[in-house]
Each structure stands twice: as C-alpha cells, then as structure tokens.
C-alpha cells in the first residue's frame, strides 16, 4: 500500500515562512495528482491546493499569493512553501493522493497523511 508521509511543519512567528514536504512510497512508475488540506483545532477539515501531474495548481482563495504548491515527479513528493503566514494558517497540514496514473495496478487513491503541525504565533 501507498503511504504518504508530511515534514516540514513547525512553529514560527507571523510573517515567516515554511516549507511542507509530502512523499509518497510505492513503486515509480506510479504518478499522482496531489493536494494539501489543512484542519484547524475546531474546524473542518479544508482544502488548501492542489497539483496534478501536468503541473496544474489549484489553490484555495484564502492561500492565494502567499503558498504556492510544486511536484517531484521523480522523487513522487509534493511541497507547500507558504510565505508572509498568518496566525489563523496554524492548522494541521495534510497530504492526499486525488489521483493514480500509471500501470493498471498502481494505487493509493485518496489515500491520506498523517499531517505535519504547522504554529504560527502573532
């Protein structure tokens, strides 16, 4: 089974930044369509951005101009660099798998992390 596995997170003051990192095992010639989800303490669970293979991004209104989301094909990791945070960021961060391509048995879709903390103070 495909597992994915977040880092990067951390506690930091506002205006700074942080780099989330998300690898996913298995086998290479399985790609993925990727996204970030974010749930704050008493919160839903939301989306954050996402990146398919192609290199398409999407991202949620309230991340514009301060994440930006890119894929290693290669290394099968995503990242999230998030700039100029603000306190109501703090959350955990997760990954997910939205979509397998490849070979007819790759699989892992939907498949979730076990998120990365991500603090930010005022």
């Known amino acids: 089974q495909v597992q994915l596995a977040e880092s990067g997170g951390g506690s930091v003051q506002a205006g700074g930044s942080l780099r989330l990192s998300c690898a996913a095992s298995g086998s290479t010639s399985c790609r993925y369509d990727m996204a970030w989800y974010r749930q704050a303490a008493g919160k839903e669970r939301e989306f954050v951005s996402s990146?398919?293979?192609?290199?398409?991004?999407d991202y949620a209104t309230s991340v514009k101009g301060r994440f930006t989301i890119s894929q290693d094909n290669a290394k099968k990791t995503v990242y999230l660099e998030m700039n100029s945070l603000k306190p109501e960021d703090t959350a955990m961060y997760y990954c997910k798998i939205m979509r397998v391509w490849g070979d007819s048995w790759c699989s892992g879709m939907d498949t979730w992390g076990k998120g990365t903390l991500v603090t930010i103070s005022s």
């Open positions: 990146i398919n293979i192609a290199g398409t991004r």
